[in-house]
């Protein structure tokens, strides 16, 4: 779980950086298992990205906005994607961004005019339900 410290930086921040979340057998499964999609799925070779790099265009919706690509199923990424220690932090950081302070509508959405930051109009957000789409 995250400490208070942890909190208050990613208040402060925005983003939190873990260390140590995934064991170095996890990493090394992860940096393999990515080098393998990249290479096997797109032609993308890490030790040569001056002449493959450009094919990560095929790998992204986005065109590579913000660095995303469009990787999801492997078996690398399931592992990361479910790792429990990982899904309970998240929950800690979803309350932290979208708990409802006691300025909510009826409806459960967030009041705009207090926190527009956090409003949507669907309704209140279960903190501790995720959902994985295949």
Known sequence: MLTPDQINTFHRDGILVVHDLLSHTELIEARSGITNTLQNEYGVDIRNLSTTGHNLLAAS???????????????????????????????QL???????????????EMNC??????????????????????
Do not use: Q
């Not at 065109?63 to 899904?87: H, Q, R």
């Not at 005019?113 to 295949?134: E, I, L, Q």
């Open 61 to 91: 919706s986005t065109n590579g906005a913000g660095g995303v690509l469009d990787v999801f199923y492997p078996d690398w990424k399931m592992k990361i994607a479910t790792n429990e220690s990982l899904f309970r932090m998240t929950c």
């Open 94 to 108: 979803w309350k932290e961004a979208y708990r409802d302070d006691g300025h909510s509508s009826s409806e459960g």
């Open 113 to 134: 005019a207090t926190n527009s930051y956090k409003w949507h109009p669907y309704g209140k957000f279960d903190c501790d339900r995720g959902y994985m789409v295949s």
